[in-house]
């Protein structure tokens, strides 16, 4: 388990799936701004199998325990991405951003990388804060790089480079 001060971040098991595939199903959690998966929990479960080394899910959870939302990484090729979505009741209390924060410092310290990227709709200024505020800078603009709710729609790239990293700030090295 990865700890932060006020959210954790751990490992989605095998157990874990029938969770998530209610929330990856849920109009509400996906929201406006992600596409609607609408996976069976049979369709997760052989994703998950499939899963490869550099693609992992995780669950944010609070200090009690209680889960609140994912945020997970994958790689393409060389490209190192994240992304991450919180239940709406939880939505603007910072848990995301220390979520990525968290996630950040796991990857820089764990592989051998010199980015981290996202995407973010447009229009989807709440997510884009929070990248802001995790360290990421604002590279430009994807046109029309993802079918949401029936339109192709524009996607905002931010990444944070090893060297705008530096050091860890939420996980504590162990001495």
């Known amino acids: 388990m990865l700890e932060g001060k006020n959210v954790n971040l751990r490992v989605v098991e ?3 799936l029938p969770l998530l595939a209610d929330w990856t199903n849920n109009p509400e959690f996906c929201g406006k701004y ?3 998966p609408q996976q069976s929990r049979a369709e997760l479960a052989k994703s998950y199998d499939n899963l490869t080394p550099d693609t992992k899910w995780f669950f944010i959870e609070k ?3 209680a889960k609140i939302g994912t945020v997970f990484h994958f790689s393409r090729g060389c490209l190192l991405g ?3 979505a919180l239940t709406p009741s939880e939505r603007g ?3 995301c951003t220390e979520a990525v924060k968290i996630m950040v410092d796991y990857l820089f310290l764990s592989k051998e990388i010199v980015r981290v990227q996202a995407n973010t709709d447009i229009e989807n200024i709440a997510s884009q804060k ?10 430009g603009t994807i046109r029309k790089s993802t079918f949401i709710w029936g339109e192709w729609r524009d996607e905002t790239l931010y990444s944070i480079l090893r060297e705008e990293w530096k050091e860890p700030r939420i996980l504590k090295r162990i001495a």
Not at 130 to 139: D, H, N
Request: aromatic share 12%; proline share 0%.
């Open 130 to 139: 929070v990248l802001k505020k995790a360290g990421f800078k604002r590279e």
């Open 14 to 16: 095998k157990e874990d």
């Open 82 to 84: 994240i992304g991450y």
């Open 34 to 36: 992600d596409w609607l």
């Open 93 to 95: 209390k910072g848990c």
């Open 63 to 65: 200090k009690d325990g």
